[in-house]
């Protein structure tokens, strides 16, 4: 909670906060590097920031507090005062119980079934369960219409 | 007007209550069509104006001395505000210009009875300001760093006021003049420390007296020295994936010792759930996990906390946490329940039944990386280069080009958001991208700086000698045509970790031909360093109080001899060597590696 805090500066509870880890399966192992990896990374990017903005337009409308993490740097999205990253290996070790690796001198989460060939980025939410679910189902079949490929994760 | 073209963030910045009025009833009449030679009138004012000033602060061209503009006069009016104001302005906006005279004025003004009272007062005040900003995200860490430079002038200007207090009373060297001991250290076998020197520096201007033990450190140096010390608090950086074994030895070790010192732990390969994990349970003082510089400073003031009753709610409460962050790692390790954990069970009841399989050696050598050497394709390209070539003082601006910019502002810890991330795209982001143009210019203003005065020195060498492999190992032949006598041998270690599929298992010397195909094959090797004067260069900005050049120069030192190995890696593959003389990269495209191997 306290981590919390200095990340999103408006919150002052953690109660009725929904944290939504999402992990899109890569076709590659994230932990190598070169080209193909990067543009591996950049579309996952690409469609979790689709997917978020989506699904936080809709909480918004319906008047919830809701963010979303940029992969990239850990910085929250919507609220934008402060700079104080959100560790997705954290976050995801702390509350979902994965394990974490070391590669390098990088930390990279363990899914339990695609290992390391995962990208996690998560959004959050204060808004109650049924209001979440609305907002991620509307935001899906959007953009499973607007682009007719599957969504999900 | 028939048409306009609206600036829709100027419009936000100029906002529109504020406008100069003069000027707005002149806009006004061509937008509103209030008169007949609006136009003219408006182009008739505006050709009395600066072109730099804002529509929201109007200055006229040649403007008298005594007008001396809206920001000259803010400029100036800091000056007038009373002496603990100021100090702080110079804190927070990083200006040691007057520094030791607003200290001295402090010092002397009759509120503070003890010059240890300024720092414990105003100084620190000021720095606690800093602290608010740099957590709420409106100061990042170079200005902090910056920070650190005035206060360290203010405090050498107090010092010898302090110890003259101290001989007055009767040589009591007992009063302590700072906040705490902090004794910092980079582990055994890992030599990173940019992140732990600024976080040195960030306590260091909060009024900790901070023993930095350097790179490498052992534990009983650190220990010894802490021991010697009396230090309040221990601090463990490391980067490396052993260094996290290190750090639980070294906890261990203190636990050995009936030490009962806070231990910090902190470094990109730490994190709460090791520390939890694996570090505190071996130590029975308290042991705290640090994410980074600007952490660090609630928690050891919340460890030196003179009120033991707080100090200890504090020590309890990060127990409490990792005790429940330990249960949730065992039970999740447990737990059948829980899908994932079940997912994660079987996939651990999987690898212990299989306990880590490892292939022995002569399986993992029967799946080695086979290489048709016969084929002209895999035809060794004989390189122009046999023996050495030394790079003395290599000119740093053949270099500049090749430095990889993004590792730099990640120390600085200024992070672009989506899309800004990187080089150079940071320096759009509305957040950050101010303070990143600024950091670049003064990176820019000290590499030309090295340049010029020859400061820091490139060198390295390039090696590329007649070599063949001999089963796992290579040969280097002191003779390319012979190739009779073996002047050294490289060992090389196969892969044994059992992959899956059939994914072949590695070992160096399967890129180099084997001795029976009679291919000449060759070795290269390179070794380079931007350090040379480097420490020197650190010692002079040390001894001058200036924390901010200090790191700045090894930042860039280490930017420096990266860009150095793109640099002679390129000159190996191009001409030194020679495999691929056409070559005509990009730096950005060398970055992502898409040269030949």
């Known amino acids: 909670m306290d981590q919390l805090q200095g990340i999103f500066a408006g919150i002052s509870s953690a109660t009725d906060l929904l944290v939504v880890p999402t992990c899109q399966h890569a076709t590659l192992d994230l932990v190598k590097t070169g080209e193909a990896v990067d543009d ?12 978020a903005v989506a699904v936080c337009a809709r909480l918004l409308a319906a008047g919830h507090w809701c963010d979303y993490i940029d992969p990239c740097s850990g910085l929250p999205m919507i609220h934008q005062e402060s700079q104080t990253p959100y560790s997705e290996v954290e976050g995801l070790s702390l509350l979902l119980g994965y394990k974490t690796a070391n590669a390098g001198c990088c930390k990279v989460v363990l899914h339990p079934k695609w290992g390391t060939s995962v990208y996690p980025a998560t959004l959050f939410a204060r808004a109650p369960f049924e209001a979440l679910q609305a907002a991620i189902k509307g935001a899906e079949e959007h953009l499973r219409a607007a682009d007719g490929s599957g969504g999900g994760s | 007007m028939d048409m306009g073209i609206v600036n829709a963030v100027q419009v936000k910045n100029d906002v529109y209550e504020k406008i100069d009025k003069e000027l707005l009833e002149f806009v006004e009449d061509v937008l509103l069509n209030r008169c007949e030679n609006a136009t003219e009138r408006m182009m008739e004012y505006a050709a009395t104006l600066d072109p730099h000033s804002k529509p929201t602060a109007v200055k006229r061209l040649g403007a008298a001395a005594g007008d001396a503009g809206p920001k000259k006069a803010a400029a100036a009016s800091w000056r007038d505000l009373p002496v603990e104001k100021r100090l702080e302005h110079a804190l927070v906006k990083g200006i040691d210009e007057f520094a030791v005279v607003d200290t001295e004025e402090a010092r002397s003004c009759g509120r503070y009875p003890m010059p240890l009272n300024v720092i414990e007062g105003p100084l620190m005040d000021g720095m606690n300001v800093v602290g608010d900003l740099f957590g709420a ?9 910056k920070s650190a430079r005035v206060m360290k002038r203010a405090v050498a200007h107090l010092l010898p006021f302090i110890e003259e207090e101290k001989r007055k009373a009767g040589g009591d ?6 906040a705490g001991v902090f004794v910092i250290a980079t582990v055994k076998g890992d030599v990173h420390d940019i992140g732990k020197n600024i976080v040195a520096v960030v306590l260091g201007c909060n009024n900790f007296k901070v023993i930095d033990l350097g790179v490498m450190t052992p534990w009983d140096k650190i220990l010894d020295a802490a021991q010697e010390a009396k230090a309040d608090v221990i601090g463990l950086s490391g980067l490396i994936t052993p260094s996290l074994d290190e750090m639980v ?3 261990k070790k203190m636990e050995e010792r009936g030490m009962k010192t806070p231990l910090l732990v902190g470094g990109a390969t730490t994190s709460k759930m090791h520390t939890a994990v694996k570090v505190a349970p071996v130590y029975s003082g308290p042991v ?18 003179k009120n033991a009753e707080q100090r200890q709610a504090f020590v309890e409460e990060v127990r409490e946490q990792y005790a429940e962050l330990r249960e949730e790692f065992y039970a999740g390790l447990e737990d059948r329940s ?12 999987q690898q212990q039944q299989q306990q880590q399989q490892y292939l022995t050696l002569a399986q993992a050598q029967a799946k080695a990386f086979k290489v048709d050497w016969s084929d002209p394709v895999n035809r060794p390209v004989r390189p122009a280069l046999l023996g050495t070539k030394l790079f003395e003082n290599y000119p740093i601006e053949d270099v500049v080009e090749y430095i990889d910019w993004n590792p730099f502002f990640q120390v600085w810890q200024l992070r672009g958001r989506y899309p800004n991330r990187g080089y150079p795209k940071i320096f759009n982001d509305a957040t950050v991208g101010s303070e990143a143009k600024k950091l670049f210019q003064e990176a820019q203003d000290m590499l030309n700086d090295f340049i010029a005065r020859k400061r820091v020195r490139l060198n390295g060498i390039v ?47 399967d890129f180099i031909a084997p001795r029976e195909t009679d291919v000449p094959d060759y070795l290269g090797a390179f070794a380079c360093s931007a350090g040379h004067g480097l420490e020197e260069v650190v010692a002079e900005y040390k001894e001058a109080g200036d924390d901010y050049s200090y790191i700045m120069a090894e930042a860039l030192a280490d930017r420096l001899a990266e860009a150095f190995a793109e640099k002679l890696h390129e000159l190996t593959r191009r001409e030194l060597w020679g495999y691929a003389p056409d070559e005509a990269l990009s730096v950005d495209d060398m970055l992502k590696v898409k040269y030949q191997m």
């Open chain 2, 463 to 509: 090696g590329i000698y007649p070599a063949n492999s001999v089963g796992d190992d290579i040969e280097i032949y002191s003779d390319d045509a012979a190739r009779g006598e073996v002047r050294a041998r490289f060992y090389g270690l196969r892969q044994q970790a059992e992959k899956e599929g059939d994914e072949p298992y590695l070992c160096v010397s």
């Open chain 2, 249 to 251: 030895t070294v906890a």
């Open chain 2, 338 to 349: 829980s899908p994932v954990a079940h997912q994660q069970e079987q996939h651990q009841q």
């Open chain 2, 173 to 178: 060297m007992t009063v302590e003049s700072n």
């Open chain 2, 137 to 145: 995200g409106k100061m990042f860490l170079p200005q902090v760093i």
């Open chain 2, 288 to 305: 705290v996990h640090v994410l980074d510089a600007s952490r660090s400073v609630p928690v050891v003031q919340a460890l030196v906390d």
């Open chain 1, 40 to 51: 591996e990374k950049d579309r996952l990017l690409e469609r979790f920031m689709k997917w």
